[in-house]
């Protein structure tokens, strides 16, 4: 049976009553089991292509969804700019969870190398509506804890990275990383503009001269042959490929091929291949102008991760801080399945992860593609519920499952929600974190479909305002002033 993950433009229209105060959050975390791989295995499916509507699940038809997990935040990043410059996003570069897992979550973290599961929800005033929670957790590990690497930085030289923001930005961050990284790591970097130059073979970080002036090297020149730049740098990293190091190809790019194969399945396929082989992709988004849908679909194929940077300040932030700790992987094809009570829940409505979406039977099919996560991320996925007037007991259970990146061994944890568990009032007695989940997926899904569970933007900025004050984090107060960007330009 086919699940398909519901864009968030119905339901929760009880979202209009707003309260002034919010609650603080717990954190709970699920027992890890091993269990064996499934035999059954199937062909790896291609990466579906985004869609904008979906409708909810009946539980007398669909009592259970299934999706891969994901962690990028690329579209929040670039968004985020556009509106800043006065710009209306474009509809199909809302992708709502990436938003979601953009901000922080607290959840607690487990002790051991897998998962914490982390369930929670409120019900909506006056109806048998209700918002639920499904929050995964990684531990966190220090930069010295982790294993070797070997980086190979594929970088677009493109006559499009002249724009001030783009090359200067990566050659910047691409510095102070390299002052960052440990003695036992290597290093290669490769550019590309109309046909890929390797600048620096698999170098130990001993060299760090040496790969500094490979750095300073990067000029702007020609055409965008993405395809060429990936395929070198895939090259680079098999051919130094360390067993007992993290392999991995980085590529900064404003995405926006135009020479070689720019053909979409052919770049995907080799991304693909190479994960395949256990060489995992991060992709660096820059640019006013950016193919944020190859870049994304890049990540997804690759085994990784998408982000995007338009500040200096955010480039240090993932360079010089998070990825040097994150270099790492905690789980290999990670993958979650929510199955609901019929009996409680009437209908169901994942907001976003469109493009993630599995079948029932793909979720311990370990030959299907689910996520890769590393250390301290978390990975959050709200759903909207229509509850059965009166309903008790067991609400819903969410379980993760996912693979030791080495020993590719399967490991799965679980934690089930009571329907009295339910907070009585997302606005008055949620945790603060769940609120502001909501505040932000609900305006992800506003920008993209002009409609957002009921609220308007000038109740989505009061909402916001009220949350930055009770939160103190800054990246809420910056949602605000997002909010008052968009009322200015729609």
């Not at 979406?357 to 301290?376: H, Q, V």
Request: hydrophobic share 40%; glycine share 8%.
């Amino acid at each position: 049976m086919k699940i398909r993950p519901l864009a968030a433009g119905v339901g929760l229209v009880a979202l209009l009553a707003l309260a002034a105060c919010g609650g603080s959050g717990g954190s709970t975390s699920g027992e890890r089991a091993p269990v064996n791989a499934n035999a059954n295995q199937q062909p790896v499916h291609p990466s579906k292509a985004p869609t904008q509507q979906s409708d909810e699940q009946d539980t007398t038809t669909a009592q259970i969804s299934t999706f891969a997990l994901d962690v990028d935040t690329a579209s929040y990043g670039y968004a985020r700019r556009t509106l800043q410059e006065g710009r209306w996003p474009a509809p199909g570069e809302i992708r709502p969870e990436e938003w979601v897992n953009a901000f922080r979550q607290d959840y607690a973290q487990p002790q051991d190398d897998g998962f914490a599961v982390h369930v929670d929800g409120a019900k909506l005033p006056s109806r048998d509506e209700a918002v639920l929670r499904v929050g995964l957790q990684t531990r966190a590990s220090e930069a010295a804890e982790r294993r070797p690497a070997n980086l190979t930085f594929v970088v677009d030289v493109s006559g499009s990275m002249a724009e001030p923001g783009r090359l200067d930005l990566v050659k910047s961050a691409l510095l102070k990383l390299l002052d960052q990284l440990a003695p036992g790591d290597q290093v290669s970097i490769v550019s590309f503009s109309d046909e890929a130059e390797v600048l620096a073979s698999m170098t130990p970080l001993t060299a760090r001269d040496e790969l500094r002036d490979a750095v300073n090297e990067l000029t702007v020149d020609g055409g965008t042959n993405l395809e060429s730049g990936l395929v070198t740098g895939y090259q680079e990293a098999s051919k130094a490929f360390r067993p007992a190091a993290t392999n991995r190809v980085i590529l900064l790019s404003d995405g926006l091929a135009n020479q070689g194969d720019t053909e979409w399945q052919a770049i995907l396929g080799q991304a693909k291949e190479y994960a395949g082989r256990q060489v995992t992709l991060l992709t660096v988004g820059v640019g006013r102008d950016y193919g944020d849908e190859l870049m994304e679909q890049l990540a997804d194929n690759g085994d990784g991760m998408a982000v995007y940077v338009s500040s200096q300040e955010e480039a240090d932030k993932i360079f010089a801080t998070q990825l040097p700790a994150n270099i790492e992987l905690r789980a290999r094809d990670a993958k979650a399945q929510v199955v609901f009570n019929p009996s409680v829940v009437e209908a169901y409505q994942l907001i976003g992860y469109e493009n993630r979406a599995l079948a029932t039977e793909e979720f311990r099919d370990d030959s299907r593609d689910g996520g890769e996560i590393g250390p301290g991320h978390s990975v959050t996925a709200l759903y909207s519920l229509r509850l059965k007037p009166g309903a008790k007991g067991q609400l819903a259970q969410a379980t993760v499952r996912w693979q030791d990146p080495d020993t590719r061994n399967a490991s799965e944890a679980s934690r089930a929600l009571q329907a009295d568990e339910l907070a009585p009032s997302v606005w008055d007695k949620a945790p603060v974190r769940l609120q502001v989940d909501v505040v932000v997926a609900a305006f992800a899904v506003y920008l993209r479909d002009r409609k957002a569970f009921g609220m308007d933007l000038p109740t989505l900025g009061e909402q916001a305002t009220r949350l930055a004050a009770a939160s103190e984090d800054p990246m809420v107060s910056e949602l605000v002033t997002l909010i008052d960007k968009a009322r200015s330009v729609g």
